[in-house]
């Protein structure tokens, strides 16, 4: 069983930045695929951005050049900075950590809220 936990989410105006973490309880989440997804109201989730074990990252077109994925793996963190933000933005964004081990393997977070406005 993997625990992750997503931080960082708040209130930022158009334009601004903020960053957030998806930490994991284990120290096996180097092996593990890590993906952002949103949720806004009224709306699907949808797959922001994910970085695989091996670092490969890909991108929402609708985020790319703006949002960047990475990982430490020493602090068992997935990172999502998030510049340039959008009122569109808004949402609810979770952290999923996935790998296949015979069995497909799945954990989510319980989500933080980003809320772009002025």
């Known amino acids: 069983q993997v625990r992750v936990v997503e931080s960082g989410g708040g209130l930022v105006q158009p334009g601004g930045s903020l960053r957030l973490s998806c930490a994991a309880s284990?120290?096996?989440?180097?092996?593990?695929?890590v993906g952002w997804y949103r949720q806004a109201p009224g709306e699907q989730r949808e797959l922001v951005a994910a970085?695989?074990?091996?670092?490969?990252?890909n991108y929402a077109d609708s985020v790319k050049g703006r949002f960047t994925i990475s990982r430490d793996n020493a602090k068992s963190t997935v990172y999502l900075q998030m510049n340039s933000l959008k009122p569109e933005d808004t949402a609810v964004y979770y952290c999923?950590?996935?790998?296949?081990?015979?069995?497909?393997?799945?954990?989510w977070g319980q989500g933080t809220q980003v809320t772009v406005s002025s």
């Open positions: 284990r120290s096996i989440f180097s092996v593990y695929d």
């Open positions: 970085i695989t074990s091996g670092g490969s990252t």
């Open positions: 999923n950590a996935e790998r296949f081990a015979g069995v497909r393997l799945s954990y």
